[in-house]
């Protein structure tokens, strides 16, 4: 099989939400049942638990909301996902939108008040950098 895309596990009813919720994105999960699509979570490929305090993006750096610095375990995982589409030869991706990894268009602007702004999360950043599309859940869900 040729897998087509790396997805946000989160999205295919993996418990690797920060918050614990299992989700399943049943579009998506086809992919990976048919073998299209591999299953990612910079989160926790970088190093986070389960369930863990909610991070947002400030000037640059992951914080969570009891203001640690989380930023290398974030570009860890950011790593490790671009490895994963390299070995795979991987050139699309589709990420849950919001997330400080995997937002695609907007990200929360870092007050911890649920406020959105244009913005990407760290793997998405680092994808693109390499030349690897990156769509959302929610972009995927209307083509
Ligand atoms: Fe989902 Fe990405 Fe957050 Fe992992 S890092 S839980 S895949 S949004």
């Not at 009891?66 to 490790?80: C, L, P, R």
């Not at 990200?107 to 599309?133: A, C, Q």
């Not at 959302?136 to 083509?143: A, G």
Request: some cysteine.
């Amino acid at each position: 099989h040729t897998h087509e895309y790396i997805v946000s596990s989160c999205l295919c009813g993996e418990k690797t939400r920060y918050d614990g919720k299992v989700f399943i994105d049943e579009k998506i999960k086809k992919l990976v049942d048919d073998n299209k699509a591999i299953m990612v979570c910079p989160e926790i490929m970088g190093g986070m638990s389960i369930p863990r305090l909610p991070c947002e993006i400030q000037n640059g750096k992951v914080i969570n909301i009891a203001s640690d610095n989380k930023t290398n375990y974030f570009v860890d995982g950011a790593i490790e996902t671009l490895k994963i589409a390299n070995k795979y030869g991987i050139k699309k991706a589709i990420l849950k939108e919001k997330s400080p990894s995997c937002g695609s268009s907007c990200i929360y602007d870092g007050s911890f008040t649920k406020k959105l702004i244009p913005g990407e999360g760290i793997t998405t950043r680092l994808l693109r950098l390499n030349n690897i599309e990156v769509i959302s859940d929610e972009e995927f869900r209307i083509i």
